[in-house]
């Protein structure tokens, strides 16, 4: 099995992990119904819609 050579060092670690951090809080996917950016698994607040199934009403002002 291979092994590495070298310890990594503590900077060259911490360089690859300077990419590891979540940059996007938010994942945004298409509404399946009305094609509008929504959060990934929560309700379109455009339609109303999860998965194509009505969960509420819009109400226009
Ligand atoms: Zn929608």
Redesign the pocket.
């Known amino acids: 099995m291979a092994v590495p050579k070298r310890k990594t060092s503590k900077t060259r670690r911490d360089k690859r992990r300077s990419h590891d951090a979540i940059q996007f809080n938010v994942a945004l996917v298409r ?6 950016w ?1 959060q990934r698994h929560h309700v ?6 999860y998965r194509g199934r009505k969960v509420f009403d819009i109400e226009e002002a």
């Open positions: 509404c399946e119904t009305c094609a509008a929504k379109c607040h455009e339609c109303g819609t």
